[in-house]
T-cell receptor, first 116, second 109 residues
Framework: DVKVTQSSRYLVKRTGEKVFLECVQD?????MFWYRQDPGLGLRLIYF???????EKGDIPEGYSVSREKKERFSLILESASTNQTSMYLC???????????????FGPGTRLTVL | KQEVTQIPAALSVPEGENLVLNCSFT??????LQWFRQDPGKGLTSLLL?????REQTSGRLNASLDKSSGRSTLYIAASQPGDSATYLC????????FGTGTRLQVFP
């Protein structure tokens, strides 16, 4: 079974802090994704990566950056956390190296981030 | 711009009923359509993936259909059970995965 793990289930940070969310997958998948999920807005893509050191902006990249130094790990960074970044953050991975993300995606359990 | 809509937003049914969840999308130029399940406070689990050239996919009590020309997909759940209670999301892939906002299903005993 594919396993996608996220470093924290719940996280509380203060405005202005730098925040790191970590995601690790154990199935040698090529693609990795970060989404945020908000009531009434659904899931929105923040960034994705289809290769080590490669990244592509999604729909809402402002205020975020990412890092993929190793194939199995994809980090989401909030450079200076703000209250409007309070959300559920979901990481996903998929097998095929594909900039269109056409393969089945496997999701982690999510990190609920609260920014005070 | 691709938009994905799911109706109804919430559904409550007694155990044993067969039910249909609807998904519509505005742009028929898609590579595939995927259905996911999300339990409260948790991540998503992939249920079915239908390629754009396919009309349907089946997995156990689940059957998903795709009509690209009309921009519609349905997820049919046979003989629903309380364990089916969750939010069901559809998503289409064009240049990326675009999600609907989901249908929250409750199956009561």
């Amino acid at each position: 079974d594919v396993k996608v793990t996220q470093s924290s289930r719940y996280l509380v940070k203060r405005t202005g802090e730098k925040v790191f969310l970590e995601c690790v997958q154990d199935m040698d998948h090529e693609n990795m994704f970060w989404y945020r999920q908000d009531p009434g807005l659904g899931l929105r893509l923040i960034y994705f990566s289809y290769d080590v050191k490669m990244k592509e902006k999604g729909d809402i990249p402002e205020g975020y950056s990412v890092s993929r130094e190793k194939k199995e790990r994809f980090s989401l960074i909030l450079e200076s956390a703000s209250t409007n970044q309070t959300s559920m953050y979901l990481c996903a991975s998929s097998l095929i190296r594909d900039s269109r993300a056409t393969d089945t995606q496997y999701f982690g359990p999510g990190t609920r981030l609260t920014v005070l | 711009k691709q938009e994905v809509t799911q109706i109804p937003a919430a559904l409550s049914v007694p155990e044993g009923e067969n039910l249909v969840l609807n998904c519509s999308f505005t742009d028929s130029a898609i590579y595939n359509l995927q259905w996911f399940r999300q339990d409260p406070g948790k991540g998503l689990t992939s249920l079915l993936l239908i390629q754009s050239s396919q009309r349907e996919q089946t997995s156990g009590r689940l059957n998903a259909s795709l009509d690209k020309s009309s921009g519609r997909s349905t997820l049919y759940i046979a003989a629903s059970q309380p364990g089916d209670s969750a939010t069901y999301l559809c998503a289409v892939v064009a240049d990326k995965l675009i999600f609907g906002t989901g249908t929250r299903l409750q199956v009561f005993p």
